[in-house]
């Protein structure tokens, strides 16, 4: 029995199954044989059709896990012999679910097909890129033609390749990524052990921050153990008020008057103490808690505003961080206008803070949700400017009342041309734009000369106050009127 590949007269191929048996007189001797042949064509197809199913992704077209993991193991076999590296990348897209929650399971399924075209126009030949299920992909990367190992250059260009703005629906959409990259043999000399220590920087690079990339090392085995620690307490952590909010002064540049606070979120666990906000907000923005946490924050710091402003003071504006999943839910404006009918408070003394990135995500939805909370009336600032990618074009289009210029630019304004340049344009920028501008991260009385010299409104930073809890802020604000009230007495 054999298969055979066999031509048609048309010169079509065919698979040919050929079945021979012997066919003996009374004797037993051989006198001839027959020979049955069928044509297994589509039983072939089938099958071939079957392995691919169950080898690829059926979105994208890609190899999966499993053909994945096959490709390794023989990768592993030959670099074994040849004394060559290899790079694992596991590729996780940043803020897939914001998008895929603005453009509807169709749109998310472009914007995936779109990601694996690039990948896979971006690496050679002999190199494979996977989807692995969801917005996670991962591409092995072969060593280059007469060379011990890939390019030092090749997972940055990865990640360029991701990052250019994609056109969808009529709209510029910017996504990014996080890449972890295990080496072998460095990093392990087996399939599976490589593509979890790939993951485990992954999970790293996603810490991190957007748009980053992590090479695996033995210590982040330790901080994933404690990401898995924080992510189990933190599913309980709203429940048992374990959260708690510090406030930050603002200051009127000119009066140095103290004319509003940013709402920061702490968390006090019982048994890890203080958890500081980059080991959890970045896990609670991946698995959805963020939007009750958002919504405590919201009414928590709507509640303690109103307490303060009921001394008699003047009017004083709380600034609140939104994170990305809660501009993408469905209800978040509804939400904060029942925030603001059950609490009473002024609109325009809660200020939204969206960061540069958040918006220029999906820039049409941003100014959709920024057109709907201004006619709330609520206050809204654009946090971290200059980091961002943002063009004047866009600048113009949002409805927004303040800038808050990133710290970055701020630490070294007064030693530093460059930053002292980009404070002073983005100052002259929002004039023109008739704009409020807000510097964070002030921390000498240099810095605030400056800024004062060249308008800046409101500043922001340890030079006037490390952002503390309620009833410690309740004694800044006072010592801050005090101060004040002395000083006019002794101006009159």
């Known amino acids: 029995q054999a298969v055979l590949r066999n031509y048609r007269k048309d010169g079509s191929m065919f698979w040919n199954d050929i079945r021979i048996a012997p066919v003996r007189d009374e004797a037993g001797q051989v006198r001839h044989f027959v020979a049955i042949q069928t044509d297994i064509t589509a039983a072939r197809d089938y099958q071939t059709a079957l392995l691919h199913q169950a080898t690829h992704d059926a979105l994208t077209g890609l190899p999966n896990r499993l053909l994945l993991l096959d490709r390794l193991r023989q ?84 990640g360029a390749c991701v990052a250019a703005p994609i056109h969808i629906d009529g709209q510029d959409l910017f996504l990014t990524c996080g890449i972890g990259i295990a080496v ?81 979120i702490r968390w006090r666990h019982p048994e890890l103490g203080m958890v500081a906000p980059n080991r959890f907000i970045g896990l609670a923005e991946e698995n959805g808690l963020i939007i009750p946490i958002g919504a405590w924050v919201l009414r928590t710091a709507c509640l303690q505003l109103l307490d303060w402003q009921s001394d008699g003071r003047a009017p004083l504006r709380m600034a609140v961080n939104i994170s990305a999943r809660q501009v993408a839910a469905d209800d978040f404006v509804a939400s904060v206008a029942a925030l603001l009918a059950e609490t009473g408070l002024a609109p325009h003394c809660l200020e939204l803070e969206l960061t540069e990135s958040l918006v220029m995500n999906d820039v ?6 920024m057109h709907q909370l201004k006619r709330l009336g609520v206050t809204l600032a654009i946090d971290d400017f200059g980091t961002g990618y943002s063009s004047l074009a866009h600048l113009k289009r949002f409805e927004i009342d303040v800038l808050k210029i990133d710290q970055t630019f701020v630490r070294d304004l007064t030693v530093d041309p460059d930053d002292a340049a980009i404070v002073t344009t983005i100052i002259a920028l929002a004039a023109n734009l008739d704009l409020e501008v807000i510097s964070e991260g002030v921390e000498t009385l240099d810095q605030v000369n400056f800024l004062r010299l060249h308008g800046c409104h409101r500043m922001q930073g340890y030079h006037f106050g490390r952002p503390v809890p309620a009833r410690q802020f309740e004694q800044v604000l006072r010592a801050n009127e005090a101060q004040l009230d002395a000083a006019s007495r002794d101006a009159a």
């Open 75 to 158: 990768a592993i076999t030959q670099a074994a012999g040849s004394g060559e590296s290899l790079w694992l990348l596991s590729i996780d897209l940043d803020r897939f679910k914001f998008m895929n929650g603005r453009l509807g399971h169709k749109g998310g399924d472009r914007l995936l097909k779109v990601v694996a075209e690039r990948l896979r126009a971006c690496v050679r030949e002999a190199d494979t890129v996977v989807r692995m299920g969801g917005d996670e992909f991962a591409v092995l990367l072969r060593p280059e033609h007469g060379g011990g190992g890939p390019a030092a250059g090749d997972p940055q260009r990865i």
């Open 184 to 264: 072998y043999p460095g990093d392990g000399d087996d399939a599976d052990l490589l593509l979890e220590r790939a993951d485990i920087a992954m999970y790293r690079a996603k810490e991190t921050g957007n748009n980053n990339v992590q090479f695996y090392t033995a210590a982040m085995n330790e901080r994933l153990g404690e990401r898995l620690l924080i992510e189990g307490a933190l599913r309980c952590a709203l429940e048992r008020h374990e959260f708690e909010l510090h406030y930050q002064p603002q200051v009127d540049t000119n009066s140095g008057r103290i004319v509003g606070m940013e709402a920061l």
């Open 364 to 369: 049409e939805h941003a100014i959709g949700i």
